[in-house]
């Protein structure tokens, strides 16, 4: 029953009254007089009759908008209309001031205090005051009791209420705190004054967190019994919401308690309206349905140093990150930072990462320069940060063989070894929480990882200037903890949630294609459960969609797509351009459409790639037949996009011994065969060239007299034990000289 917890007037000694009192008096008239003692102030107090509203002015002392800082009343809330006495603010801090105020009938005494009071240099104006100590301990000690009343004074005030039983003056004591607070204020309500029912709730506010989308509400009503009749009622209401969600109350939504649901991600307002049957009050509750967090720290860090003065066989450290593009005087400083993350701590079964960006707190900000931000592809990430060798010439994502001093440009980058850019920044204020963007192409590396590190690498190639120091906190240093996630150092946040949208797109994002390319494709969702099945429409066109436009404003490549892939018609690519897709997908339970992310690649020129199918070889003179040569067979294979024309190739040797002719006929296929002519070492050079862009890879072939010292050549090269002739194997040769040697003795001292 509602009525469980009606907390009735009663409960402050008024229950005598409420039965002697006619309900539905209209007259507050109930202040006769009110005097300050002992107060610096020296405007005299003003009792205002039925004058408690939004608007009106707070304090004696503060008349009218002639005076530096007039208050007026922000909401009068439930004791709209009462009588009040302005007091003054200039007695907020006298220890002696005493505020005389008649009743001159039976009711109920209020105090209004500033929620302020009591907390020291706190601004807290969100919980009630804290009252005790040498700050106002009378108003407990006269009876005064909290109520779940509140009046706005210039910031939000707690109601304290007294009963009267007969007509009397109250000696009310003072406030003695008036760092930034405002004075309390007096009101009163004769008996029978029908105040406004109230509502407490618990909780105010709530987060939910998917899959969890529903809580508890625990209502508390307070009443002072009139009129009487009919009972308290409740109406429960939503005033904003998703589009599109739905929010039911349980059992249903006149309860006090409630079970509240809610069906869509995003912000929801609920409204109760307590009511009994003459006047009414609402209460608030904010909830946000949202994804699940995550936070991750790095565990490894590195800045790789290329100044000139130092490095860059050396890294500048592994306990601070630098990012520094400059020349002082005659010296440079050349540094690119590393992190290294495990994120095996915060992935999800069947959950993917979304939203991610990165948050820190800036040590130094020297220079607003932009830093960007790449992944180190999964291939080289598993280079250790923290190795006492890691340095400039063996970090992945740089030229390692990059001039000693030379400025940081984007040639430096070294693209084979890094992902897209994931996200640029021009770094804030020192001491300051920076959060970027969240990014797209971030969430896609986050969730491509299959060993569960991801390495990210801080570069700026912003033109050189004085003064370009970027330095965030380190992950070591114990004094810059985020708040949200007790984490140090740059921190990846995002959240993580069961995707019902198309991802992992090829092309990946914002990396390049060629315009021959013959299909789109992604990985789609998983259906919403068994039977249901998912469709995709998909949008192409070189313009940013626009979710307001039909199909964004693209070209449709295709609708109800069951495939996870679209065929793109020839002649839709052009060169040189950026086109941007989308992938919306539909699942057969759900009612909606979920709209896909915006994914892009481009169609300028790529590097084209050269890698050896075969590593470096050992051969011998005789080996293929010929007693004075031999025969290399050197594979390779080349990739490109065919802009800005199909590449050409050229087939060289690099270096050799001395005299020896190779003859490279035909020197512009993949895979070749050489004769080597001679003993010794040669190097060989495949280069792929676009008409723009080169590309070239090279390979070692080391030839030796016979077998055995072509085995002898090889780096890691270790004798038998037992090959006394040294002829790579062990016979009956090598007993024989060991039998000749059996007793030979090269000791200066006797053997035996």
Known sequence: MMSKKWVFLACLGLFALSLTASAGVTDPNIISAAVAVNGTAPEPLVVVKSGLWQGALVFADRPDADHTTPLYFGDANDLGGLDYVRTTMDDKADADVQFHVTLDKPGTLYLIIDNRVGKGTTNDTTTPPVLGGTIMPWVSAMGFTQTDRAVNISTPATVYALSVTEPNTFVLGAQNDGTSRAMYVVAAAPAGWNLAPTMRVTPASKILEEPVNYFNIDSTLTDDGVPGTPPLSVVWTTTAQPAGSTVTFRPDNTSEDVTVEVTTLGSYTLKATVSDGEKSNTTTVQVTYRLPMFAADAYQQLTACNDSDKGPTSHYTTTVLHVRNYVSGTNTRRRVGFLKYDISDVKREGKVFVNCYLTWNFKAVTSSKHVYVYAINEAQDDFDLSASNAAWVNVPGIKNDWPRGSEITMDTLDLPDISPLLLSYIPAAKETW???????????IMNSSSDNYITLMFISYDAQSSSFDIEPYSISDS??????????????KGQVRSPIWASRPAPAINTNAKVSMEQLSWVNPQPSETGATVTSDVYIGTTVPDPLLPNYGLTTLGTGISDAFVAIPAGTLQRNLTYYWVVDSHDSVRPDVTRGFVWSFTTNNNVPTVTMETSNQYLWLGKTGAPDSVIA?????????????PYTLLWEKVSGPEGAAVVIDPNNVEDINLTLPAVGTYLFRLTADDGD???????????????????KLKTDYTALAGDFDDDCDVDMDDLHVMAAHWLDCSSLASCF
Do not use: R
Not at 434 to 444: K, M, N, Q, V, W
Not at 693 to 706: I, K
């Open 434 to 444: 920076y959060s970027t963007p969240t990014s797209a192409a971030l969430d896609e």
């Open 479 to 492: 004094t810059h903890i985020d708040p949200d996630s007790g984490l140090k150092g740059i921190i990846i």
């Open 633 to 645: 067979d050197l594979n390779a294979t080349v990739e490109d996009d065919g802009l800005p024309q």
């Open 693 to 711: 862009l080169t590309a070239s890879s090279t390979v070692q072939v080391v030839v030796g007299e016979t077998a055995c010292e072509a085995a």
